[in-house]
Every structure is written in C-alpha cells, then in structure tokens.
Nanobody
C-alpha cells in the first residue's frame, strides 16, 4: 500500500517562501504521477500542479503559475513543491496525491483521479 506524508508547512509572512515535501513509501515513486492539491477553509480541494512519471509538469492552477514549482526526485522517493511570493490567499492545507500511471506523461488534474493521499500539511500566510 502506497503511503504519502507531507511536511514543510508552517507560518510564513506574505512574500515569503516555503518548500513542501511529499515522502512516498510502500512502492516505487517512479511508477506514479504525483500532484499537489490544497484546500482552504470552507472551500473545495483544488489542484495546483501535477508531475508525471517521466517528469512532465502540468501547472493547473492559474494563481500558482510563476510562483509555485513542482519537482520530483525518484531516487529519494520524494516530490516537492517550492512556493515563492506567498500571499494570504495561499493559506490552506496542502496535500500530495498519487496515481499509478500506465503512460509516462499521464498527469490528471482532478481529485477523483488519484488513489493515494497524504494527510496534509498546513500553510499559514500572515504578518
């Protein structure tokens, strides 16, 4: 059973940066497409970006484009989300999710496509 664990969240001032990590265990990361989602209080879970099994990146969130970068290191079984120029509206619980990808560039952008989820890490952006 694949397991995912997010870390790196916390309190940051507007304009600051955070790097989130998603540690994957129970399987080889190389078989999976991974996405980062976030869910703000009272709102639906939204996709930020997906990185395919072969490293193709699909940035789904317009609000995150140019500020957030997804990356993966299969040798470390980890996926990362570098977040720069953070805004108060970026405050949310951030989740990573995985789906086994038959095709190398498969990288969906919706919640129901993913089979495995972490428990989330909270990001607070406030001065």
């Amino acid at each position: 059973q694949l397991q995912l664990a997010e870390s790196g969240g916390g309190l940051v001032q507007p304009g600051g940066s955070l790097r989130l990590s998603c540690a994957v265990s129970g399987g080889s990361l190389a078989r999976y497409a991974i996405a980062w989602f976030r869910q703000a209080h009272g709102k639906e879970r939204e996709v930020i970006a997906c990185i395919s099994r072969v490293g193709k990146i699909i940035p789904y969130s317009d609000s995150a484009k140019g500020r957030f970068t997804i990356s993966r290191d299969n040798t470390k079984n980890a996926v990362f989300l570098q977040m720069n120029s953070l805004k108060p509206e970026d405050a949310a619980v951030y989740f990573c999710a995985a789906v086994e990808a038959r095709f190398g560039d498969y990288c969906p952008g919706f919640v129901d496509a993913f089979d495995y989820w972490g428990k989330g890490t909270r990001v607070t952006v406030s001065s």
